[in-house]
Structure formats: structure tokens, C-alpha cells
């Protein structure tokens, strides 16, 4: 018989080290990286409908409609090698995106088995998002002055060149942390009342937060 697929929730406010970390959780879990930012940006670099419609909401730092994000992701889940279950990475981020989550991994007698919530201060996250550049090839995300790459512009796994996201400037990124404040943060209470949530500390360093959360892992999945 298979083994029961595993579900692993990251969670926390934009640039709070969520793709970072499951590039390094991924190993240890031996799960795809789900992340709906990602998969967003990949149909808008293929300029499919769907990133045509995201790219309004992207850009002024808004959720892109449910209907739209719920169904990208559970196609996504849907693929072979996401049977053994995923690291979800900034999805859900709201409370109908949950309990559609719910629903969907229950139809399968399924559900998920741990969500890992990742807190920084404001003033940092500010500080992270203004610097973030990613690889246009692998995803990968680094910091200008807290992660830079070897070579500026390069990224270290793949050679791929670096771009800054139109997304991560300063005003963007306030109405993205007002926005998540509003619509994301009610869900810190809902996997609480589950039974299913921890907090991590997300201000100490990239390696620090990583120990945290493979500790977490360790001790609860
Ligand atoms: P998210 O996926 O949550 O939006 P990222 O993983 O892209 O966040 O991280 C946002 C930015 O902050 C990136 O530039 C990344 O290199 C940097 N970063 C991630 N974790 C840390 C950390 N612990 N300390 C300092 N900078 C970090
Ligand atoms: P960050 O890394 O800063 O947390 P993401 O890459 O996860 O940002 O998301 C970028 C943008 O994509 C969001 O501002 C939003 O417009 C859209 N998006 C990503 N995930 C979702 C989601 N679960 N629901 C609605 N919109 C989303
Ligand atoms: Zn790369």
C-alpha cells in the first residue's frame, strides 16, 4: 500500500523567508515545494490567461480571487509526483483557501499534518523585500545584503540571472503586509484551533530558522 501523503503548511508575511526555507526543507521532507507565488509568476513569464488575469491583483500587492488561486493549486496538487503530498508555501492565504484545502485533502481521506508559522517584525520584512532578488531559471531567492549570491546577478545553483520582482517595492510590499494582516492572519487561529500550528521565529538568522523549523518537523510530523 502507499504511504499516506504528508501536507506541510508554511506560513508567514510576505518575505518572511517562506521560499528560502522550503528550498532547504525539501530535502529533509522529501516533498514537492508547492508555492502559488511561484506558480503564478511561471504563468505570467509563459503568458498564459491565467497570469494575464493574476498580474492585475500582483501588481497592486492584492490576493488574486479564490475561485482562481484555488483552482491552480489543487491542479497543481493533483500531479504525480505532489502523491506523496507537498511543502505548501503561501497558500492558503485565506480562510475560504483553507477550508477549500480542507475539503479537498478530506475527499481523500486525507488532510494536513502540520502548518509552520513564520513571524518577523515589520521593519524587516521591509528591509527583506526591498533587497530579495530571484533566479529567472530555478526560483531562487536571495538578498542583496543578507544572502547575497558569489557573483552579483548570478544565481549560485544554476547560472540563472537575477531579476528584482516588480512587485517588491516599498509601497507594494506595505499594502501586501496590509493585506495579509486582513486576510492571511485569521488563519493563524484557525490551524491553532486545529491543533496544528507553531510558531517560529523568523528574525534570527537564515540558518537559525532553518534548525528551528527541521526541529519542529522532527517533533511533530
Ligand atoms: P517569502 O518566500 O516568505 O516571501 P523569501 O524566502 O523570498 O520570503 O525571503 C525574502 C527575502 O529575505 C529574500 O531576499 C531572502 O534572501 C531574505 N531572507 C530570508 N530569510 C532571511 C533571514 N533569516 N535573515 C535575513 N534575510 C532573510
Ligand atoms: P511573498 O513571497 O512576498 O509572500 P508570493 O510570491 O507568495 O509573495 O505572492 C505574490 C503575489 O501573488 C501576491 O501578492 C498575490 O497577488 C499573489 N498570490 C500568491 N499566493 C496567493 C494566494 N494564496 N491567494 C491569492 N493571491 C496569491
Ligand atoms: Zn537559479
Redesign the pocket.
Known sequence: MEPEPTYVILMG???SG??TQAERLQELLDLPHV????L??YNLKNETELGRR?KV??DK????P?DV?IAM?LDRLSQADANKGALL??????VV?AEALDDALAEKGNGIDLVLNIRVSEEELIAR?TGRRLCRQCGASYHVKFNPPKEPGVCDKCGGELYQRD?DTEEVARK?LDVYEAQTKPLVEYYEEEGLLIHIDGEKSIDEVTTALREAIENNL
Open positions: 508575511p510576505p518575505a517562506k521560499g508555492a502559488s507565488g511561484d503564478f509568476r493574476a491583483y500582483m500587492g492584492e490576493l488574486v479564490d488561486t493549486v508555501d503561501g497558500f492558503p492565504r485565506t483557501q523585500v512587485d501586501r
